[in-house]
């Protein structure tokens, strides 16, 4: 079964308005998660490292106030894109990392921006 | 850092064949190289990994392979089957536990004719 559960996977918001994307560890206590970004027929590029209890490290080129993480137990960590725009579009897939080295992935959220 | 290359970005085969999909890494530290199928609208499956420590592993229809000494790694699909059609990625890492070193490769996009 899944181990990652990711909500929604779908969403579409009106340019401007904001959306939070859940990530949810099913049978782990994540005090690291992970959130990705991919375009179509691209691969996975990570976005920022969620750090429970802590704020999140955001890898180069991403706008951290563009996209909040929030990391507030151990099994939850969620990602708001804030005033949305087209350009925002995308696949967006959480994950988890085991200590040796396995990763977990969410189901992803397809969000589209119109 | 780490630098993952992955070939080749489309394959096609007939149903029953053997399908083969390469990647090269660059960082001789990385010990942990895992395979993911993605299928479309949803988030990657781990399939098969392997450990620095072994040179070949296999699970029913799926094999890797490892040669560390030329820093490249292989996925064996055997008696393909159209349910097989997806993109799948390689990934390399150090183990560490952090995405940091969690690099992927480009993906290939396998389709698995009738």
């Known amino acids: 079964g899944a181990v990652v559960s990711q909500h929604p996977s779908r969403v579409i918001c009106k340019s401007g308005t904001s959306v939070k994307i859940e990530c949810r560890s099913l049978?782990?206590?994540?005090?690291?998660m992970f959130w990705y970004r991919q375009f179509p027929k691209k691969s996975l590029m990570l976005m920022a490292t969620?750090?429970?209890?802590?704020?999140?490290?955001?890898e180069q080129g991403v706008e951290k106030d563009k996209f909040l993480i929030n990391h507030a137990s151990l099994t939850l960590s969620t990602l708001t894109v804030t005033s949305a725009h087209p350009e925002d579009s995308s696949f967006y897939i959480c994950?988890?990392?085991?200590?040796?080295?396995?990763?977990?992935f969410g189901q992803g959220t397809r969000l589209t921006v119109v | 850092g780490e630098n993952v290359e992955q070939h080749p970005s489309t394959l096609s085969v007939q149903e029953g064949d053997s399908a083969v999909i390469k990647c090269t890494y660059s960082?001789?530290?990385?010990?942990?190289f895992p395979w993911y199928k993605q299928e479309l609208g949803k988030g990657p499956q781990l399939i098969i990994d392997?450990?620095?420590?072994?040179g070949e592993k296999k699970d029913q229809r799926i094999a890797v392979t490892l040669n560390k000494t030329a820093k490249h790694f292989s996925l064996h699909i055997t008696e393909t089957q159209p349910e097989d059609s997806a993109v799948y990625f390689c990934?390399?890492?150090?183990?560490?536990?952090?995405?940091?070193?969690?690099?992927f490769g480009s993906g290939t996009q396998l389709t698995v004719l009738p």
């Open positions: 990934a390399a890492s150090n183990g560490g536990g952090s995405a940091r070193q969690l690099t």
């Open positions: 960082d001789s530290a990385s010990n942990y």
């Open positions: 392997i450990r620095s420590n072994v």
């Open positions: 969620s750090n429970e209890g802590s704020k999140a490290t955001y």
């Open positions: 994950s988890e990392i085991r200590a040796n080295g396995e990763a977990f």
């Open positions: 049978d782990f206590q994540a005090t690291t």
